[in-house]
């Protein structure tokens, strides 16, 4: 029912850009925060940027002054510009919603996306 759709991955020179872009659709609750994540080879899957309900934003170290999230105003979309790409930065993006939905009892979920390689090399 619920469903993440995620767009804007590719190759990219070192020094490029991209914008990653996600659309959540279904009955996915009240949104508390939404996302982005990146698992690397090798490495454990990490936090890159997210955007709670209200607007504030909390990025990575290793992004920080080079990547920017936001949202649509209904809040059903969020975006990842990515400027000053890095090799290092390259792995697979993944889209995250945690919501709360209510029907008996009030519960929290996590919403995935199906991921997007993102390839920095020259």
């Not at 454990?44 to 936001?70: C, M, P, Q, W």
């Not at 510009?81 to 029907?103: F, G, W």
């Amino acid at each position: 029912q619920v469903q993440l759709v995620e767009s804007g991955g590719g190759l990219v020179q070192p020094g490029g850009s991209l914008r990653l872009s996600c659309t959540a659709s279904g009955s996915i609750g009240n949104v508390i925060a939404m996302g982005w994540y990146r698992q690397a080879p090798g490495k454990d899957r990490e936090l890159v940027a997210a955007i709670t309900s209200v607007g504030t934003t909390n990025y990575a170290d290793a992004v920080k002054g080079r990547f920017t999230i936001s949202r649509d105003n209904a809040k059903t979309t969020v975006y990842l510009q990515m400027n000053s790409l890095k090799p290092e930065d390259t792995a697979v993006y993944y889209c995250n919603v945690h919501a709360r939905i209510t029907v008996v009892i009030p519960r929290e979920y996590d919403f995935w996306g199906q991921g997007t390689q993102v390839t920095v090399s020259s």
